[in-house]
Structure formats: structure tokens, C-alpha cells
């Protein structure tokens, strides 16, 4: 498969993703992993990846549109926004430092 069918296949892809999550209310995330994992066989991680780009990509468009309406509590916002990135920030560095076999064994 060439760049172009690809880049092709997946903007089709996540289109009718970003519409079944927008109608069953399940979010694009719970589609377009699995598609692109089975279907596509992009490597898990890149897919977990691409698809928080995405999330990111349209909260920020949904929050333009909060703020605009006056809908949202900038204070609140910024808090929960540092607060999240701090967590994001010591999650990943965590993730550094633990081994991966050990941190499987909770999940099964």
C-alpha cells in the first residue's frame, strides 16, 4: 500500500469513526484504535498516539467554541489544564522507569 491509498484509507477511516462515535456517543477513540490496529496494522502505541492527537485537535476546537458563547469557567479551565499536564508530564516519566513485564502482570 502506497502513502497516498494509505493517507486515503485512514482519512475515510476516521471520518465514518469521528460519525459513529458523534451518533453512539462512545467517542472516536473506542472505533478508530482497533480499526487501525487490525486493519491497518499500525503498531498500538502510534495508533493510542494518533488518536489523542485527535482528541486534542477537537477539544480545542470545542473549547474555542465554549469560550466564545461564554459556556465555560476560564478559572476552572486553567486549572484542570495545569493540573492534567503535571499528571501527564510525571505519568510518562514514571512510565520511564517501570519495566514493561512486571507492569503486564495487573492486567491479566
Do not use: K
Not at 29 to 58: C, E, K, M, N, Q
Not at 77 to 91: D, Q
Amino acid at each position: 500500500m502506497t502513502v497516498l491509498t494509505f493517507t486515503i484509507a485512514v482519512a475515510i477511516v476516521s471520518f465514518g469513526a469521528g460519525l459513529l462515535g458523534s451518533l453512539t456517543g462512545f467517542g472516536r477513540r473506542v472505533v478508530l484504535v482497533p480499526l487501525l490496529t487490525i486493519f491497518f496494522h499500525v503498531d498500538i502505541r502510534y495508533a493510542i498516539g494518533a488518536s489523542l492527537v485527535s482528541v486534542i485537535a477537537t477539544s480545542s476546537g470545542a473549547a474555542a467554541a465554549y469560550v466564545r458563547e461564554g459556556f465555560s469557567n476560564i478559572r476552572i479551565g486553567m486549572f484542570l489544564e495545569i493540573a492534567t499536564t503535571i499528571g501527564a508530564l510525571s505519568g510518562a516519566y514514571l512510565a520511564g522507569w517501570i519495566p514493561r513485564r512486571p507492569s503486564l502482570r495487573f492486567l491479566g
